[in-house]
């Protein structure tokens, strides 16, 4: 009988917190008359997708005291027209400076690099992150790693 209780009660606490999430952060009633704002479209593309260039960069990989490696980057981004790509091409200047920060941050947290080793997907990541700081969100639909090169120094 006592198991059957707290069973019951273990039940009621878990309903009780469903409940209160529930309320907490479940969807928000709209009021009458209160207009509710959709989601702005996203703008269809008309023709096939349209690829800037950046880079080569090159970042040093910093040891204890010296440069380990060298890596070498190419990245493609994607966008939509020609008038975009015009203007991502006049702010690639800025994208490699910033990519080039963002490369040593993510190089020395270990964010992008597993030892010796380059972590492409962590990369991209963080390239893209870079490039919507730089360019504003939706302008680059994509980042398209081109090349990777890491040389050893010896």
Do not use: W
């Not at 309320?23 to 509710?36: N, Q, Y």
């Not at 981004?77 to 008038?83: A, G, I, K, P, Q």
Request: aromatic share 4%; hydrophobic share 40%; glycine share 10%.
């Amino acid at each position: 009988m006592k198991k059957i209780i707290l069973l019951v009660l273990a039940l009621l606490v878990l309903i009780g917190a469903g409940v209160g999430g529930y309320v907490m952060f479940g969807p928000k009633p709209h009021k009458e008359g209160e207009h509710v704002e959709e989601a702005p479209k996203k703008k269809e593309r008309t023709g096939p997708p349209v690829f800037v260039q950046v880079g080569p960069m090159i970042v040093p990989v910093m040891g204890a005291k010296t440069v380990e490696q060298n890596i070498m980057v190419t990245v493609s981004l994607e966008v939509d027209d020609d008038t975009i790509r015009e203007q991502v091409r006049v702010q690639s200047p800025r994208l490699i400076d910033a990519y080039v920060q963002a490369l040593y941050g993510g190089i020395d947290k270990g964010q992008v690099i597993d030892g010796q080793v380059l972590n492409i997907p962590a990369l991209k990541t963080k390239l893209m992150e870079t490039t919507e700081k730089v360019l504003g969100p939706g302008v680059v639909h994509d980042v398209l790693i081109q090349s990777v090169s890491q040389r050893p120094v010896y």
